[in-house]
């Protein structure tokens, strides 16, 4: 063989060699723990209390007390000059002290002078949350020269305008001999005091014709459609459809003029008082939108109406105040708060809703309108709880219920005025009325209790002199009143004053009558 080939069989077989895999050796485990022991552990050596270093410590931390002493005993004796080496503890703490108050006395005059009140809760989508979405979510429409850009600053203003600033947000405390009534319109009439009660006599009634209330203006229109006494105060409201709205002060003699209020191209339709006599509201049935005016600030407000609702002809206030109820064109029923006038519930007839009243504990909602029956509401629940058929009538045009709950009359457009006991009238289908008046033979468009329930108004705005009183405890009616020469004209609206000692009518010739009733008090 030659050298070259033995050399490739060499090479062949070293690699050969390389290839060949050998087993690997299994290495033994080691044992971790393979000492015993035989006696326990030795715990480790807590380190020793140290006063000296605890000592130090408390210096770097606090600083040395020593010091501090050391420093007022200086200051003490240079202030003396030698006149004293003592000290006298009590003199240097009143001195700071009075220091301190006097400081203190600086300090909350500038919080009180420049405070602002921090929110408590912020919430930072309000930020972006604009009028544009928030408008688009609920599905209204306003004006498009609204100067907020945010939903939150509309919200904010609207409630200031509304209600106000609440006394929990003043800083300044009221007076406790200030008077709630200080105002210019206000502060003129005189507070009601409670009249002794007397049965009032059937047959005849004893009033006396007085002064118009509006004579000195006749500028509310030609269809003065409001007429209402103040709660508290001897003062009236009368507005009309030129859209006026005045005050007046009820004495009898002269009614003077307190104030006037001219809505421009807004013919008032309905004006009332509310929040005890400080706010009237007020509606028409041309406009989505209201007025409201403010007795104590003097200022009006614009109000939009919900979506939805697109005009205020007629509305009823519940007796505690809190809620605005008034029908719209397809059976609804709309509730509204009275401090912010947003709405709260809506209720749904089977026919459309013409008049509507509330019982003295505001629980239970009437409503009534172009069919027999009267629909019984849970204002709580807003829930239909019953319904009861009224009788003989076709279409109703007026209902009003009597401040004691006791009595329910119903005025239908036939001129058949039904008066029901309350009680029947909640929990019967059929209940039978108690006393039927067919005095009147046009629409019964106005009905009024007095507010000892002793007396049931009611008018027609269809006729002239179309009114007539009833006697409640007896049914009857007054005799005398009107007379022959009587002119009321056409009457639109009534209204007693809170001790029946006044009546108020009002006509479509411009014209609020007011009446004396001598068997009351003077108001």
């Not at 007022?72 to 301190?100: C, H, M, P, Q, R």
């Not at 004006?143 to 800083?171: C, M, R, S």
């Not at 409001?226 to 709660?231: A, C, K, R, T």
């Not at 009332?272 to 509201?281: A, I, S, W, Y």
Request: with cysteine; proline share 5%; net charge neutral.
């Amino acid at each position: 063989m030659s050298e070259t080939t033995a050399k490739k069989h060499e090479m062949v077989a070293q690699k050969s060699s390389v290839h060949i895999k050998f087993p690997k050796k299994r290495m033994p485990t080691k044992t971790l723990y393979n000492q015993k022991f035989t006696a326990p552990l030795k715990k480790k050596r807590k380190n020793k209390y140290n006063p000296e270093e605890e000592a130090r410590l408390e210096r770097i931390v606090f600083g040395d007390p020593s010091d501090i002493i050391n420093n007022l005993l200086n200051e003490d004796v240079e202030s003396i000059s030698n006149e004293s080496k003592t000290i006298n503890v009590n003199d240097s703490t009143s001195a700071n002290t009075d220091t301190i108050d006097d400081s203190d006395e600086q300090s909350d005059d500038n919080v009180d002078a420049n405070c602002q009140r921090q929110q408590a809760w912020v919430d930072e989508d309000d930020d972006q949350y604009s009028m544009r979405a928030a408008t688009k979510a609920q599905k209204r429409h306003l004006p498009a020269d609204i100067p907020e850009k945010l939903y939150k600053d509309f919200l904010h203003n609207k409630y200031k305008q509304l209600v106000g600033t609440p006394k929990w947000a003043e800083f300044k405390k009221l007076e406790e001999n200030t008077d709630e009534l200080d105002h210019e319109i206000l502060k003129h009439s005189c507070h009601l005091e409670k009249p002794k009660l007397r049965n009032l006599p059937k047959s005849i009634i004893d009033i006396k014709a007085l002064n118009p209330i509006n004579k000195q203006t006749h500028v509310e229109g030609p269809i003065i459609s409001s007429v209402e006494f103040h709660p508290s105060s001897t003062v009236a409201l009368v507005a009309g459809t030129s859209g006026t709205l005045s005050l007046f002060q009820i004495d009898g003699i002269e009614n003077n003029k307190l104030h006037s209020m001219q809505y421009k191209k807004f013919p008032i339709s309905v004006a009332k008082f509310l929040r005890d006599g400080t706010e009237v509201l007020i509606g028409s049935q041309y406009y989505p939108y209201c007025h409201s005016y403010n007795l104590i600030s003097g200022k009006t407000n614009k109000i939009l109406l919900p979506h939805g609702v697109t005009n205020i002809q007629d509305y009823e206030v519940s007796p505690d105040g809190k809620l605005i109820a008034f029908g719209g064109r397809a059976g609804e029923i709309y509730l509204l708060s009275s401090s912010s006038k947003e709405l709260v519930g809506t209720l749904k007839m089977n026919a459309r809703c013409r008049a509507l009243c509330f019982t003295p504990d505001s629980k239970t909602l009437v409503t009534h309108g172009d069919s027999s029956e009267m629909y019984i509401w849970d204002v709580n629940s807003r829930s239909c709880v019953h319904r009861a058929i009224d009788d003989g009538c076709l279409t109703c045009a007026s209902i009003a219920m009597s401040p004691s709950g006791q009595f329910l009359a119903t005025g239908s457009k036939e001129g058949v005025v039904n008066l029901y006991d309350t009680k029947t009238v909640l929990e019967n289908q059929n209940p039978v009325p108690l006393k039927i008046f067919l005095n009147l033979v046009t629409s019964v468009t106005s009905l009024k209790f007095n507010s000892y329930s002793e007396i049931l108004a009611m008018a027609s705005d269809k006729k002239h002199n179309a009114f007539k009183m009833a006697h409640l405890p007896s049914f009857t009616v007054f005799s005398n009143f009107p007379t022959f020469q009587t002119n009321m004209s056409m009457p639109e609206a009534i209204s007693f004053s809170p001790g029946s000692g006044y009546l108020g009518i009002s006509n479509r010739s411009g014209s609020a009558f007011l009446y004396r009733l001598k068997h009351y008090g003077n108001y």
